[in-house]
């Protein structure tokens, strides 16, 4: 079965036509993402023309993940509504709306009020999109057939990674020829944010499924996450890879922009050649997944981790290729975190009962932590501004010290997760 990039037809089986919504729904979220994520060069170089201090990107990021705490809000109001697709595709209408409205708003604002007011626009366009993150989240995991599980989600995210790799190209060009005014970046990040009314309508084809049902919630359920051991430890993995990434990701684009003086179609230039790698790798990584184990594949991937925090470690204006080469290298590993992590999150989940609070979980374990981690990240960023080390041939400063302790971060957390991922002796043992 193929599940090709084309609208649903209406003479399509019910499965086909939500698979095939699925993936052009991922298809226009990643290019909003790609224009409008906190993390892209273009919202990045909108809050430096802000005259915002680039330390305290971390407390956006910050604000983005604590918005997690309006899942379990959005677990107990929505089963509350009659009809659950309705208030997500509602609900999914306004987030975009509101971050357009919020971000052509703030050029016109006193200096003083954007650094609070950008947080707050932030904040709220990710709480919408956390009241709804339980139930989609649970409609795809229960819309893809087990037996084509890997296959379908390395086309996903193929798709997804081309998706990308274009919205790229055209935002490195895009923003080359914006005046370098607030102004300016506001009407090209509101033009991105329109994919994401896109990406909605898409969803809108999509069937739930048989299986997906509205549950009552009860305060004895969360003793189901607690006995859960598979569940337990799929926490565990990520929690251990994600630890210094939490504390590198806020910095990628000022590195970029402010360290190593790139450009931005420079900046597009480098993630398309990760791009293009995760495009061709993530179909093979997901056979590949299907048949071996999530342990076995994330043993291989850690390697290129590490070679992507020491490329940021020596990496200068004069000498950026190895920052080129490592995330070359981490398209692969990124497409494998995903497959095996995805895959290990779906078979902890149980086929009956509470599934949505299990979604609910996972996701709050990630963004509590990532909220937490990341504005400690801007602390130790700020610490470290006048911080001076000398690592053999090379002197680090901030950031670059910033990096290399990350580097060394990972090889504990990295390895010491695979404990957690299943083997493949325990593929196929029930939670």
């Given at each position: 079965?193929?599940?090709?990039?084309?609208?649903?037809?209406?003479?399509?089986?019910?499965?086909?036509?939500?698979?095939?919504?699925?993936?052009?729904?991922?298809?226009?979220?990643?290019?909003?993402?790609?224009?409008?994520?906190?993390?892209?060069?273009?919202?990045?170089?909108?809050?430096?023309?802000?005259?915002?201090e680039k330390e305290k990107i971390g407390?956006?990021?910050?604000?983005?993940?604590?918005?997690?705490?309006?899942?379990?809000?959005?677990?107990?109001?929505?089963?509350?509504?009659?009809?659950?697709?309705?208030?997500?595709?509602?609900?999914?209408?306004?987030?975009?709306?509101?971050?357009?409205?919020?971000?052509?708003?703030?050029?016109?604002?006193?200096?003083?009020?954007?650094?609070?007011?950008?947080?707050?626009?932030?904040?709220?366009?990710?709480?919408?999109?956390?009241?709804?993150?339980?139930?989609?989240?649970?409609?795809?995991?229960?819309?893809?057939?087990?037996?084509?599980?890997?296959?379908?989600?390395?086309?996903?995210?193929?798709?997804?990674?081309?998706?990308?790799?274009?919205?790229?190209?055209?935002?490195?060009?895009?923003?080359?020829?914006?005046?370098?005014?607030?102004?300016?970046?506001?009407?090209?990040?509101?033009?991105?944010?329109?994919?994401?009314?896109?990406?909605?309508?898409?969803?809108?084809?999509?069937?739930?499924?048989?299986?997906?049902?509205?549950?009552?919630?009860?305060?004895?359920?969360?003793?189901?996450?607690?006995?859960?051991?598979?569940?337990?430890?799929?926490?565990?993995?990520?929690?251990?890879?994600?630890?210094?990434?939490?504390?590198?990701?806020?910095?990628?684009?000022?590195?970029?922009?402010?360290?190593?003086?790139?450009?931005?179609?420079?900046?597009?230039?480098?993630?398309?050649?990760?791009?293009?790698?995760?495009?061709?790798?993530?179909?093979?990584?997901?056979?590949?997944?299907?048949?071996?184990?999530?342990?076995h594949l994330m043993f291989w991937m850690?390697?290129?981790?590490?070679?992507?925090?020491?490329?940021?470690?020596?990496s200068t204006p004069h000498r950026s290729?190895?920052?080129?080469?490592?995330?070359?290298?981490?398209?692969?590993?990124?497409?494998?975190?995903?497959?095996?992590?995805?895959?290990?999150?779906?078979?902890?989940?149980?086929?009956?009962?509470?599934?949505?609070?299990?979604?609910?979980?996972?996701?709050?374990?990630?963004?509590?932590?990532?909220?937490?981690?990341?504005?400690?990240?801007?602390?130790?960023?700020?610490?470290?501004?006048?911080?001076?080390?000398?690592?053999?041939?090379?002197?680090?400063?901030?950031?670059?010290?910033?990096?290399?302790?990350?580097?060394?971060?990972?090889?504990?957390?990295?390895?010491?997760?695979?404990?957690?991922?299943?083997?493949?002796?325990?593929?196929?043992?029930?939670?």
């Open positions: 079965m193929d599940f090709p990039l084309l609208p649903p037809s209406r003479h399509a089986s019910p499965l086909r036509q939500t698979l095939t919504a699925f993936n052009l729904q991922i298809v226009f979220r990643s290019v909003y993402e790609t224009f409008c994520g906190i993390g892209g060069f273009i919202f990045v170089t909108f809050i430096l023309t802000l005259g915002i407390y956006l990021t910050s604000a983005v993940s604590f918005a997690c705490i309006f899942q379990m809000a959005g677990l107990i109001a929505l089963n509350r509504l009659g009809s659950p697709k309705q208030s997500v595709i509602r609900l999914a209408f306004i987030e975009p709306l509101l971050f357009i409205t919020g971000i052509l708003t703030l050029p016109h604002l006193p200096p003083s009020f954007r650094l609070p007011l950008l947080g707050l626009c932030v904040f709220l366009s990710a709480s919408l999109l956390n009241l709804t993150r339980p139930l989609t989240d649970d409609w795809l995991a229960l819309s893809i057939p087990g037996s084509i599980r890997g296959r379908y989600l390395g086309r996903r995210l193929q798709l997804s990674s081309v998706s990308l790799l274009l919205s790229l190209a055209a935002a490195g060009v895009l923003a080359r020829l914006t005046p370098n005014r607030p102004s300016s970046y506001a009407l090209l990040l509101s033009a991105g944010a329109c994919f994401g009314l896109l990406a909605v309508l898409a969803l809108a084809r999509a069937h739930l499924p048989p299986a997906f049902e509205i549950e009552s919630f009860r305060p004895s359920d969360f003793t189901l996450i607690v006995r859960n051991r598979r569940f337990c430890k799929c926490l565990m993995a990520q929690f251990l890879y994600n630890l210094p990434f939490w504390f590198a990701m806020p910095f990628y684009q000022v590195f970029y922009l402010r360290i190593l003086h790139m450009s931005e179609i420079h900046i597009a230039g480098l993630l398309t050649c990760y791009y293009l790698v995760k495009i061709f790798s993530s179909a093979p990584l997901g056979r590949w997944l299907d048949r071996t184990s999530p342990r850690n390697f290129s981790y590490l070679l992507l925090f020491f490329a940021f470690v020596i290729w190895p920052l080129w080469v490592a995330w070359a290298i981490t398209g692969v590993g990124d497409g494998g975190y995903f497959l095996a992590l995805t895959q290990t999150l779906y078979q902890a989940v149980p086929d009956q009962g509470a599934r949505k609070l299990f979604f609910v979980a996972n996701n709050l374990q990630l963004m509590i932590s990532g909220a937490v981690l990341t504005a400690l990240a801007s602390v130790l960023a700020q610490s470290l501004r006048s911080t001076t080390w000398h690592l053999g041939p090379w002197t680090l400063t901030q950031f670059p010290i910033l990096y290399f302790l990350c580097f060394l971060a990972f090889i504990p957390c990295g390895f010491l997760s695979l404990l957690f991922l299943p083997g493949s002796s325990e593929q196929k043992e029930s939670p």
